[in-house]
């Protein structure tokens, strides 16, 4: 890819997170306030709060990654099958496949994305509770600070940006896999005055399908943007993952002879170093 045709990817990544946040950012403020609601309903005692249904926000988040995930696939398949074929439509999707894309992220990506929601916000209404023990606020303020709490807010912006970018990037490696090219990918940044130093500094950086990038000073060793583990097991800090607006673009290999060199059978059954087969359509 071009600077120029990075710049087209990436614009084309960024409307579709605009055009989507607003909706996903208000049903996880909702299901937060759900939450909330249901530890008070119970009385807001121990037992009240370590029972807090995931339901809501696990519903929520399963939308989203359908919703974000298969577009982004979809623009990923489209772009580099129209580098390797020259092809104005390319083929589309079927069934099989996306449902394959909804499983993977109902058994790789789902849990792991919950079980800190629901700690935190079991964590808040602990701390409400401490404090208004210290000042002897009554229930009602007690309600009251819980349901009006700015940070719900702040949250619901934090875990809808989040999520919805790794969405992107983890369908994104799919979108690839299913093509059967070989590519390189490129780190691509947003490139304002919110973007962190050390995704600025990655910008353009190029590795080949399954490497990992080198990011920051620690170097962390991550496939893609909001990565939550590096390739040999650490964890990535929130610094590097929360808020993340970057997207990966992708080159077709080519061989001697010009043409787009494709994957073997060992490349199409391994998606990176996840273990997940997936066969290409």
């Known amino acids: 890819m071009t600077k120029d045709e990075q710049k087209i990817f990436w614009q084309g990544h960024n409307r579709m997170m605009l055009k989507a946040k607003p ?7 909702e299901a ?16 009240a709060i370590d029972s807090i249904s995931s339901a809501g926000i696990m519903n929520v988040l399963d939308e989203l990654y359908q919703d974000i995930g298969l577009k982004s696939a979809r623009r990923t398949y489209t772009n580099i099958r129209r580098q390797a074929t020259k092809a104005r439509m390319p083929i589309g999707f079927n ?8 499983q993977y992220f109902r058994l790789n990506i789902l849990n792991s994305a919950v079980a800190p929601i629901m700690r935190t916000t079991k964590d808040f209404i602990r701390e409400v509770m401490i404090k208004a023990q210290q000042t002897s606020q009554g229930l009602r303020e007690i309600v009251n600070e819980l349901l009006t709490a ?11 940006r989040t999520e919805m970018n790794k969405a992107a990037n983890e369908a994104e490696q799919l979108g690839t896999d299913k093509t059967g090219f070989q590519t390189q990918k490129i780190w691509i940044a947003t490139k304002d005055k919110r973007t962190r130093r050390d995704h600025l500094t990655t910008d353009e950086q190029v590795v080949n399908d399954g490497e990992p990038f080198s990011v920051g000073l620690e170097k962390w060793k991550m496939l893609r943007p ?3 583990k590096t390739t ?12 993340c607006r970057c997207v990966i673009g992708r080159k077709v290999m080519r061989g001697s002879n010009g043409l787009p060199l494709k994957k073997n059978m060992m490349q199409r059954s391994i998606i990176e170093n996840k273990g997940m087969p997936i066969q290409v359509f």
């Open 32 to 47: 937060l306030q759900a939450q909330i609601q249901e530890a008070i309903d119970n009385g807001l005692t121990q037992t």
């Open 23 to 29: 909706y996903y950012r208000r049903k996880i403020y």
């Open 232 to 243: 040999d097991g650490k964890e990535v800090p929130a610094k590097e993952v929360c808020n």
């Open 226 to 228: 909001g990565a939550s």
């Open 95 to 102: 069934e099989e496949i996306v449902n394959y894309i909804i």
């Open 150 to 160: 700015d940070l719900t807010k702040v949250r619901a912006e934090l875990i809808a």
